[in-house]
């Protein structure tokens, strides 16, 4: 990987406070053949609060603060099965691989669907709704960012030691209202010296009345004590 990759999937280290369990990267050159692996989380969240109370556990003061659904979950060994409650219509269920390792851990995830629900700011930026900041395709060539949003996520690792996973995960969302769209894609908020949202290396999923199941993604590796992701579900 050169070294313009590498500087790309380095977490960047957040200091703020937070009460609750925690809630809730630039344009450059892709000259390998292959899309990069997502090693790291390019949003990283203290997770000072992880021994939060259980009635409050996406409580998250500061940053990018989401407020739809919202869980505070583990990771089994086995795989796991994360189901958001319906928001606005829309509920969100991940398929989870096996994590590496497969230890004793907390996670947190949530969702939004952007208009209005989604406060706070990261090193003073206000959250960079999908279309409103430039794309870029699986191997950082610019591009021009297909579709429209319907739905944020963000799933962060409570944890405090690294825990990765083979595949992101799959993602099933049944939806009561009309999809923005016929081809469907998620995308990972990326940041270097400018936010970036970048389209996942996966196949595009095309919805079934209000169903709609995207395939498993590239691996994805979260920090410790408060790696997070935070994905966009786009449709054109």
Known sequence: MNSLCARVITA???????TGCSRTGAIVPGASQ???????????IPSVAREAAASSPCDFKGNFDLHGSCIKYAMQKKGTTVALAA??????????????????NT??????????????????SRFP?????????PFFHPI???????????????????????TSPKMKITNTR??????????????????VWQILNMPYAEPVGGRLSIRSGPPLTFSGSGGAYFFAYVCK
Request: hydrophobic share 35%.
């Open 129 to 137: 709704k999908y279309g409103s900041v430039k794309c870029i395709d």
């Open 34 to 44: 292959q899309p990069p692996v997502m090693r790291q989380p390019l949003v990283s």
């Open 144 to 166: 021009t960012c297909p579709g429209k949003a319907f739905l944020y996520s963000f799933t962060l690792n409570a944890t405090s030691f690294e825990i990765g996973f083979h």
């Open 87 to 104: 928001y606005h219509g829309i509920a969100l269920t991940m398929l989870w691989p096996p994590p590496n390792p497969p230890l004793s």
């Open 107 to 124: 996670f947190v995830s949530g969702d939004a669907t952007g208009n209005g629900d989604i406060t706070g700011a990261y090193h003073g």
């Open 12 to 18: 960047i280290t957040v200091t703020a406070s937070l």
């Open 178 to 195: 009309p999809y923005p769209g016929t081809k469907c894609i998620i995308a990972n908020l990326e940041h270097l010296k400018t936010w």
